[in-house]
């Protein structure tokens, strides 16, 4: 038994079951333990942007780490952006990124880099192996450390001699890893006398609070107070459909935003921290809450917001159970030639969505309109990109259907973004995935032609037209999809797209709709 | 005018024409400025890694270095792999990364991160705008470090509101910029001694060394010692072809690359460091020259190196000219239904590749089969895998066009790399560049397969075949390139290979042919 293969079992005995991988020479004693041991599957990615957006989605969905292995400072460096995603998402994810062997580090060779340096921006914990005989007990606290009590991204570097070491380390057993912190009694009863001070208060909820549970104390709560529930524009993940508290989502548009929250006078933020807007703009405030509003923290992402989001209704006297608004009735399509929008696609998804469905939306623009369709539709939970770098879609869904193999997933991706990290694609039909990646084709960057407006940068030219443009040459996402080995079909209109919609959902395994819209 | 314009100006008054570009929201001022200025072309690239190896084909081509305009941190960290490529090139770039408004910063809004630390392992400068009137001034500073001496990647992070403002810095005029600097008599002399006295030398050449200047001088000083003149495995770029000096490639593997070096006693280096293996291996030493020989350094890349060859070669009373090899006999395609291996992708480049053609290598076990039939062929440069960070082919060749519009480019790429950074293919449509993409589908990443044994990991099992193999399913690259706007054909065959070269260079434009190998 070589080392790798020790670190491997302790994964194991902690729970990890998945690695996300694209290795290479300095990982073959990972790749070769894999091989060797049973138990922790390993799925191969053509890009390292697509393991660690996949780990991403299982950490959100599984509420545990899966791996990524990854191929030195380059390899680390491609999974980077959807890292940053997960980091932003308090996603838990374990990386180990194989480095060279210590003697051959100082020798400066091609592929060295500071990989250290690089792993710290969008990680919680970074830990290089020293020793062979660390690398069960590194993996251990690597776990850990992505369990959190504020769950993230660690980072573990894994010298190939470290790895390939006859030492035999030992095997660790599973050890308890930390959860979330209770919400201290004192916090609640401020919260509360806070609260029954106010006379307009908000309660703004993310993180952990927009799962099924929280949701519903967040809803008791806000019912009794007859105040509005707002939720974070860009959430990890929030528990939707009929039977479910729907919070209202905030703008992201900072002046609708502030608009929003204008006559807020105690803002309570539970699971996220008081609302900012997403850029800056020449001459607009930054922080969107009213500057006079009281901010109460219930708790961040560390905190185990449900049960504290419970208490607190129940201090505050509110009935046990929310109101909740019926199933909405999915209307007919009445104009089959009409030509599709993000709204209609929306429309079809709640005509045909099954219960339990999982939504991954990297569809900057589109996102918006298929959203609001769904509120009291099939249950379903809704992943965001949390941290703005597009290129999510398609890998989350990889990661999130194999969190949740008997869930269908949705991929949702504007070209743009899509064009990011297509070979994700790949990966859904070598795993014959339940995945439908919903290409919206509007053959541009369409977010920044208003973003270049609102900056006030004036009338865009030719050159800046062509910067936001995708339209020379356009992409062919039959063709691209069909590439990596997932049937494709093209819908520009409302009843293209729903035929299609329930052609891919009969026929199972992966498919991508190109919405024209 | 607002500052971003001033920079815009200040930087074509340097000399940079060319900026590769995947803006956000944070950068529509940048984008304006581009927009309102003549003088830089813009080319937009639907993912970083695309523009910062088109950038760094652009450097090494131009020996001047391109813009590219990225997106905060996550739009850097897509792009830091190929710059992990250029910063081993010495490829002079340039990144102007954009960032939040400073007064936005601390809020930490969803694409907040450390943007200095994520630029600092791939780059030679990294410097962050601190206030809207040193844009000039720092834009100068960063395109001085890009020159070097030692020419490499800087990093400029431009706060959005030091874009925007309407304060009017300065544009600053052209200043004189670093060039190589010249090697000191002193440092000649004593190689000159120490060759006098070796009985087995080694002239060991790299960077700026393998330009034809320094080979020809390297060739006069070989061959009047009667000793070996061997390059680096992976050097920036070599310039190739009939009535040039070719020196022999070091090997790859390690040990032949110790055989090859055995019985040296002085090994002089010029542009390169000593070489050390690419990859440690269990029990295998990683420096590779003999532990006894005596190592001189002529320069490295910060030197200039053909004078100080040349004045070498003079002083040790070398001939003016060195001997050259007649240009290689082109043979006749005799077996066409023969199935195509690398080496037969050499033989048809060699009957019909223009002169003055630009080989972009990220074929790693395909390049190795092609290139020693060019060695006498047309003229040409070939550009190498400086850092081993796959996915540089097609970007680098994008960059290789952009600098030389005259000349006929050619990515050879694994499929395994290609489908890193195929989002190069767009571009490439765009500009309508004569670039022929050769996609060696071998279907697996072939060279993890020996690197597997070569490392001692065992057999492969089932789980660490499936690791290495792109078989399942396998990628069509005609369907992937067709999908970028990119004509394709596929090729199995020696005859059908040289059809589709044939045929794609009549054609112009960008091509891509699947090598089936």
Redo the contacts between chains.
């Keep these: 038994m070589f080392a790798a293969e020790s670190m491997v079992r302790t994964l194991i005995n902690q729970g990890v079951e998945l690695c996300f991988?694209n290795?290479?020479?300095?990982e073959?004693?990972m790749?070769?333990a894999?091989?060797?041991v049973e138990g922790m599957k390993?799925v191969?990615c053509?890009?390292e942007?697509v393991a660690t957006g996949a780990a991403d989605g299982y950490g959100r969905m599984a509420q545990k780490p899966a791996c990524t292995l990854l191929h030195?400072?380059?390899?680390l460096?491609?999974g980077?952006?959807n890292l940053?995603n997960a980091r932003?998402a308090f996603s838990p994810v374990l990386n180990i990124v194989g480095d060279?062997?210590r003697?051959?580090r100082p020798?400066?060779?091609?592929?060295t880099?500071?990989i250290e340096?690089?792993a710290?921006?969008?990680s919680r914990w970074v830990g290089t192996v020293g020793e062979p005989s660390e690398v069960s007990a590194m993996a251990v606290q690597a776990v850990r450390a992505a369990y959190g009590p504020e769950r993230g991204v660690a980072s573990l570097i894994l010298p190939?001699?470290c790895a390939?070491s006859d030492d035999e380390p030992d095997v660790l057993p599973r050890e308890t890893m930390p959860g979330l912190m209770p919400v201290d009694e004192a916090v609640i009863a401020a919260a509360a006398t806070a609260l029954g001070e106010a006379r307009n208060p908000v309660i703004y909820v993310g993180g952990n609070a927009c799962l099924e549970d929280g949701l519903e104390a967040a809803g008791r709560l806000s019912q009794h107070l007859n105040c509005r529930l707002i939720m974070e524009t860009?959430a990890p993940r929030i528990a939707r459909g009929a039977g479910r508290i729907a919070p209202q989502r905030l703008s992201y548009l900072g002046e609708q935003a502030m608009e929003e929250l204008k006559d807020c006078d105690v803002l309570l933020v539970a699971g996220s921290?008081p609302p900012?807007?997403?850029?800056?703009y020449?001459g607009k405030p930054?922080?969107l809450a009213p500057k006079d509003a009281r901010v109460v923290h219930l708790g961040g992402p560390a905190d185990d917001l449900a049960p504290a989001l419970a208490a607190l209704a129940d201090a505050m006297g509110a009935p046990a159970a929310p109101d909740l608004a019926p199933r909405s009735h999915a209307p007919a399509i009445d104009k089959p030639d009409e030509p599709l929008n993000p709204g209609y696609v929306g429309l079809s998804l709640l005509r045909h969505m099954p219960e339990e469905s999982i939504l991954c939306d990297d569809a900057t623009t589109s996102g918006f309109g298929v959203y609001p369709w769904l509120e009291n539709g099939p249950r379903h939970d809704w992943l965001f990109l949390?941290?703005?770098?597009i290129?999510m879609g398609m890998p989350l869904a990889a990661g999130a259907a194999l969190a949740c193999p008997g869930r269908q997933v949705f991929a949702l991706c504007g070209d743009?973004a899509a064009?990011?990290t297509?070979?994700a694609l790949?990966t859904q039909?070598?795993e014959r995935q339940n995945i439908i990646n919903v290409v919206f084709a509007n053959h541009s960057y369409l977010?920044?032609n208003f973003?270049?407006a609102?900056?006030?940068?004036?009338n865009?030219?030719?050159?800046?037209q062509?910067?936001?443009s995708?339209d020379?040459?356009?992409?062919?996402?039959?063709?691209?999809s069909?590439?990596?080995?997932v049937p494709a079909v093209r819908a520009a209109t409302v009843g293209a797209f729903d035929a299609a919609l329930q052609d891919a959902l009969k026929a199972g395994g992966p498919h991508t709709i190109v919405a024209e819209i």
């Excluded at 030195?72 to 390899?75: E, I, R, V």
């Excluded at 020798?107 to 592929?111: R, Y």
């Excluded at 900012?276 to 800056?280: D, K, L, N």
Aim: net charge negative; charged share 15%; proline share 8%.
């Design positions: 991988t290795p290479g020479t300095s073959m004693h790749v070769a894999l091989d060797r390993s191969l053509l890009f942007g030195l400072g380059p390899g460096a491609n980077l952006a940053h932003r060279h062997a003697a051959h020798l400066d060779a091609p592929l880099s500071d340096a690089l710290a921006p969008m190939a001699d390939w860009f921290r900012v807007s997403f850029f800056a020449p930054s922080e949390t941290g703005g770098a290129g743009g064009a990011y297509l070979q790949w039909a070598r977010v920044l973003e270049l609102r900056v006030g940068a004036g865009p030219g030719p050159a800046a062509a910067m936001l995708l020379n040459p356009r992409m062919d996402w039959v063709a691209l069909e590439g990596f080995g």
